[in-house]
DNA sequence: TCAAGCAACTGGCTTAAACCAGTTGTAGGC
DNA sequence: GCCTACAACTGGTTTAAGCCAGTTGCTTGA
């Protein structure tokens, strides 16, 4: 392994383009282990801190991860799960018998677990209410939170509002919706699903999540707030889906108007 | 500021609970200034570099950016350009006379600018020649690479890629593609573009995208993958769209299947 | 009045040393 | 043969000190 020729002015920087050299061209691949801190400080002469420094921004930008007592290693490119407007088509869960979610998993041959983490009456967030039409004053929606497990690893954590006057005195209100899921429930109380919006950001994790998904340093996460809109174009759902995005992706095909 | 009740084991997460803590309760807003990092290190009663861990931990998550020489700064909540299926569409090109990028910048009220940094004839990476299904082996692609500007802040990075045979002799050589840019010129090659498909992840950028983007620590990007079809059904556009994720939101509408 | 320059702040980077906490392989004892 | 215990690695965190480099406002002199 050549470390040698490094331009640069700062020895924290001249260590992580060395190193990033390294692993862009390939003599360091996916899942290979990187010199300890103490070796990289040796061969660079300089002091163990400034070693760990590079290795950081190394973290920072994804390349590597670190794991305790064992060393440094680049990251390996994940299998992708691709998640798109297909996931609501109902013809697809009837040919299947499975949700979108064990479709998926069964696909990539992962286990799928679901578990529900709460389920409250609420006072909407501002900009769940403005798109379920529910008053962000008063606990005029249902949350339902939960976290999508692939071989028992936190995959994506989804939080779904429905309006209080949906919910009340139904199975929504329970951990097991039952046949056909939430969606098999709200048609029964007259909303169809018609039409869907999503709407897509990325940003680094909360605190919480990064918690919740145990997300490694230098991934963020994929935020689509999704709604549901029934036969009549009025919304009826609102659901929060975010997905930690080195797992992640979304793929959307839709027509061009003329 | 009351910084005092902070449990938890190590020294930089307790002032980082605390700050973090200001933060979401907003006795510390956006814009405002947090204490200097050796002035936390003063209260909390650990070394400066203590005090300096903990506001690269609340860095990556993206509250706060550093300024050299001037402080730690919570960070705003940027003005957000939604970017979706509809930048492509014709008609309302054909209404506004505007391409979909000046429109949106209109819209919120800033300057557009866009810089063509690269037009050349190149072997496709894999994935785009896939897509584009071009040899991933010649040169059989064009590609074109673009820097969009709002108020001369860099905003995405577009790399465009065409199969050389719809390019060669064509003004997509050229800077200036003439009216109806790049699609009014594929359109004479008998493209009409009919339907798109787009890939979306989010990943932490890389060096150079980091340099390009003029990004702050803790911002991570949408990488989204376009492909335009034709009429028949074949693909003859694809293009990576870079957009740093703290300005950018995608939105989809979809029709289900029933 | 104005501007140069300086002092006092800010964060940015490095050093050097110490100790903690996981991991892994091996030497010993049973 | 197996398991325990330990030694020798790994990264994780903190200290304390020094110097560099932007920013800001005030003082001072022309």
């Known amino acids: 392994m050549?470390?040698?020729?490094?331009?640069?002015?700062?020895?924290?920087?001249?260590?992580?383009?060395a190193v990033r050299a390294?692993?862009?061209?390939?003599?360091?691949?996916p899942g290979d282990k990187l010199p300890s801190e103490r070796e990289l400080a040796r061969r660079f002469g300089t002091a163990r801190n400034t070693a760990r420094e590079a290795i950081r921004l190394l973290t920072e930008e994804g390349l590597v991860t670190a794991q305790h007592g064992r060393g440094v290693f680049v990251r390996e490119k994940e299998r992708m799960f691709r998640w798109g407007s297909e996931r609501y088509s109902r013809r697809t869960h009837r040919e299947t018998g499975l949700t979108p979610f064990r479709l998926e998993m069964a696909r990539q041959g992962k286990e799928a677990r679901v578990e529900v983490t709460s389920i409250e009456q609420i006072t909407p967030p501002f900009d769940v209410a403005e798109r379920l039409k529910a008053s962000p004053e008063e606990p005029s929606a249902l949350r339902r939170c939960?976290?999508?497990?692939?071989?028992?690893?936190?995959?994506q954590v989804v939080t779904t509002y429905l309006r209080w006057?949906?919910?009340e005195g139904t199975a929504l209100l329970q951990?097991?919706?039952?046949?056909g899921g939430i969606y098999g429930r709200l048609e029964e109380r007259g909303h169809i699903m018609t039409t869907g919006q999503d709407e897509i950001t990325a940003r680094m994790a909360s605190h919480d999540?990064?918690?919740?998904?145990?997300?490694?340093?230098?991934?963020?996460?994929l935020d689509v707030l999704?709604?549901?809109?029934?036969?009549?174009?009025?919304?009826f759902e609102v659901?929060?889906?975010v997905h930690r995005a080195d797992r992640a992706g979304l793929v959307y095909h839709f027509p061009v108007e003329s």
Chains 1, 2 share one sequence.
Not at 2 to 17: F, H, K, T
Not at 209 to 221: K, N, S, T
Not at 226 to 235: C, I, L, N, V
Request: glycine share 8%.
């Open 226 to 235: 999704h709604t549901s809109f029934d036969q009549d174009g009025e919304p």
């Open 146 to 155: 939960n976290t999508y497990y692939a071989d028992d690893e936190p995959l």
């Open 165 to 167: 006057s949906d919910a």
């Open 22 to 29: 390294l692993i862009t061209s390939g003599e360091l691949a």
């Open 239 to 241: 659901s929060r889906f």
């Open 175 to 179: 951990p097991k919706t039952g046949p």
């Open 209 to 221: 999540e990064a918690r919740a998904l145990d997300l490694p340093p230098g991934v963020p996460v």
């Open 2 to 17: 050549n470390l040698d020729v490094a331009e640069g002015q700062l020895p924290s920087r001249r260590i992580a383009d």
